[in-house]
């Protein structure tokens, strides 16, 4: 019997990626970048048991048994059984033969737009690569259980190239840049709203292909957008860095506007923490935090270290945790920024 426990951080993208070209293969429209949370903070645990007396595959979510028929995780565990190398508690043949049993815990809300599908499949594919002694790139195998997966296979900055090939061999995740390159960065992840979304980012970009032109428009402005974001990170210039956050996830949420039926993910709450953050911004006379919001209600916040205290206070002034009422007036908002603000 082979048991392996490993952990994997979720991602949040600060140039988005939807829209697939190929549902199977899981091949992007565009190419996408996004920043890995570290190892303590939203993570996925996953622990897998292989042995030769299992009778079959068998996996469990949050303590609850899912179906390990689910075409995803069959294409998962396809992919690794072929490239299975050798372990010398078993032969080749034998190791890939071995039935697993796999138990994954998720440290924070499941499905509810919180990239839970990213962590999840990054570390499903890490877990399964140790056991079944898999080399070599990995991030195409998580790529085929979730797109953004592919992504959290790097920690740091990771761009996942779109790639040419019909295969997908050359649709991949790359590290930009490691995670000491820009050590000031924070991320702020506002919870408004922790239940499952409504539509998942799966049907979500599949309705945006087939239905919205403003998509197509999106997907000739990535590869600058793209190209400006890497050197910006290069660069560690948060003034480009920051407007490009917000703009690609502006753009994301128009195109889901203008996909019939019409997708709203941002809610009432989430338009707020865009205003406080523009005034925030305004306030500051340059680019000090920067928004982006994914398949889900809830804003986060990318700035660096000596913006998180003020910004937090200022946040926890309109929605104080302890009220049931907690949305106060933002037009204060320029008076609470005149006393939070660095000197
Ligand atoms: C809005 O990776 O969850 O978070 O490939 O269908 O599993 P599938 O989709 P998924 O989509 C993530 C979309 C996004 C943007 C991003 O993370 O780049």
């Known amino acids: 019997m082979i048991a392996v426990t ?7 993208a600060v140039i988005k990626y939807w829209g697939k070209r190929d549902e199977k293969l899981i091949l992007p429209i565009n190419s996408s970048l996004s920043g890995t949370l570290n190892q303590n903070d939203m993570k996925t645990t996953t622990t897998v048991v292989a042995s030769p007396d299992f009778d079959r595959d068998r996996i469990w979510l949050n303590g609850r048994e899912e179906d390990i028929q ?3 995780i069959q294409r998962v565990l396809d992919e690794i059984r072929k490239r299975a190398g050798d372990r010398k508690e078993a032969s080749k043949e034998k190791l890939s033969t071995y039935k697993v049993h796999i138990v994954t815990v998720n440290n924070f809300p499941t499905a509810a737009g919180l990239a839970s599908s990213a962590s999840g499949y990054c570390c499903l594919v890490y877990t399964l690569a140790q056991v079944f002694q898999v080399s070599g790139d990995i991030s195409t195998i998580a790529r085929v259980g ?48 922790d239940k499952k979304k409504e539509t998942s980012s799966t049907a979500g970009m599949q309705n945006s292909v ?78 000090s935090a920067a928004y982006t919001f994914d398949a889900g209600p809830n804003p986060v916040i990318y700035l660096l270290e000596e913006h998180v205290s003020p910004l937090l206070s200022i946040l926890t002034h309109f929605f104080p945790s302890d009220e049931k009422n ?7 908002v320029e008076n609470v920024l005149k006393r939070e603000l660095p000197k």
């Open 210 to 287: 087939e239905t919205s032109k403003l998509i197509q428009e999106r997907v000739k402005i990535v590869p600058g957008r793209m190209a400006q974001m890497e050197k910006s990170i290069a660069d560690r210039d948060y003034e480009t860095f920051g407007q490009l956050t917000m703009r690609d996830s502006d753009d994301f949420h128009a195109v889901c506007a203008d996909t019939q039926p019409p997708i709203f993910y941002m809610n009432e709450t989430s338009k707020r923490v865009v205003d406080i953050v523009k005034r925030y911004n305004r306030t500051c006379g340059k680019t």
């Open 6 to 12: 490993c952990t994997a951080p979720v991602n949040i």
């Open 326 to 332: 907690y949305v106060r007036n933002v037009p204060d």
């Open 70 to 72: 689910s075409e995803r």
């Open 146 to 193: 979730s797109g953004s997966a592919c992504r959290s296979i790097y920690g740091g900055w990771v761009a996942w190239d779109m790639g040419n090939e019909i295969d997908g061999s050359d649709s991949r995740a790359r590290q930009v840049a490691d995670e000491h390159h820009w050590k000031e960065m924070r991320v702020l992840v506002l919870v408004v709203n």
